[in-house]
C-alpha cells in the first residue's frame, strides 16, 4: 500500500495503511444547469447520503471535445469544503469525494476495526 492512503476493498468498504477499516459513503453525480437562460453553464451536484457535498461545473474551455471534459470543484461542503480544484474527469472527482468523506469519518470517530 505504499503511496496510497487508503485502498479500497468493496464499493462502500476501505482500509487505511494502519490496517483500520471503515464505511465509505457513497457518491452520485445529478446533472444540472446553473445560472439563467442568458447565462448557463452545465453542471453537476455530487450528492452522497442525500446531502449535496459538492458543485462541479464543466470546464467551457473544452465544451466541444467531450473526450477532454473537465470539470472544476466550483464550491463543495463539509469534508469538500474547497474550491477551485480541477479534476479530469468525474470519475477523478467521485474519488477525490469520497476519500475526502472518508477522512472525516476515520477522524469523526465513525472508524471501526
Not at 462502500?12 to 453553464?41: A, K, P, T
Not at 453537476?44 to 471535445?65: Q, T
Request: charged share 20%.
Amino acid at each position: 500500500m505504499s503511496g496510497n492512503r487508503h485502498v479500497a476493498i468493496h464499493e462502500n468498504l476501505i482500509i487505511h495503511q494502519r490496517g483500520l477499516i471503515f464505511m465509505s459513503s457513497s457518491v452520485h453525480f445529478e446533472h444540472i444547469l446553473l445560472g439563467d437562460s442568458d447565462s448557463e453553464e452545465n453542471a453537476c451536484l455530487g450528492i452522497s447520503d442525500g446531502r449535496i457535498v459538492a458543485i462541479l461545473v464543466r470546464s467551457s474551455e473544452f465544451e466541444n471535445y467531450a473526450e477532454q471534459t473537465r470539470w472544476y470543484l466550483d464550491k463543495g461542503f463539509g469534508s469538500c469544503d474547497q474550491q477551485g480544484l480541477m479534476f479530469p474527469s468525474l470519475d477523478a472527482a467521485k474519488s477525490w469525494i469520497t476519500t475526502q468523506l472518508s477522512i472525516n469519518y476515520m477522524y469523526g470517530g465513525i472508524a471501526f476495526i
